[in-house]
């Protein structure tokens, strides 16, 4: 996909801006892919921080998204007190208690 910076939006941040325009990825993820070339500005690698010139070209090359699948572990856990809204668990140390970030391509 291919943006054309227009004059409303000269001087704004280039992960900003995309991140109005690509609303399912996060600003993180969004610098990411300028990062790794993944977008380019004028068919140049540029930082996140790269302030927008009227009339630039931001290129935006096709993103894989590939799934992720967590996958559940079976085991024992101290439940010190459970009811219909709240539980409270005595965890071991060193375990995890939700996924680790996903790579999304």
């Known amino acids: 996909m291919i943006y054309i910076v227009d004059k409303d939006n000269i001087n704004k941040r280039l992960d900003i801006y995309l991140n109005l325009l690509l609303t399912k990825y996060t600003r993180s993820y969004i610098k990411k892919l300028i990062e790794d070339g993944t977008i380019l500005v004028n068919d140049n690698i540029v930082k996140s ?18 799934n992720c699948e967590v996958i559940p572990k079976k085991i024992d856990i101290n439940i010190i007190y459970e009811d219909d ?5 005595n965890k071991k140390k060193g375990m995890v208690v939700h996924p680790r970030k996903w790579k999304l391509y």
């Open 85 to 89: 809204d709240i539980i409270v668990i």
């Open 49 to 66: 921080g790269y302030s927008l010139k009227l009339n630039d070209k931001i290129l935006v090359k096709e993103i894989e998204v590939k």
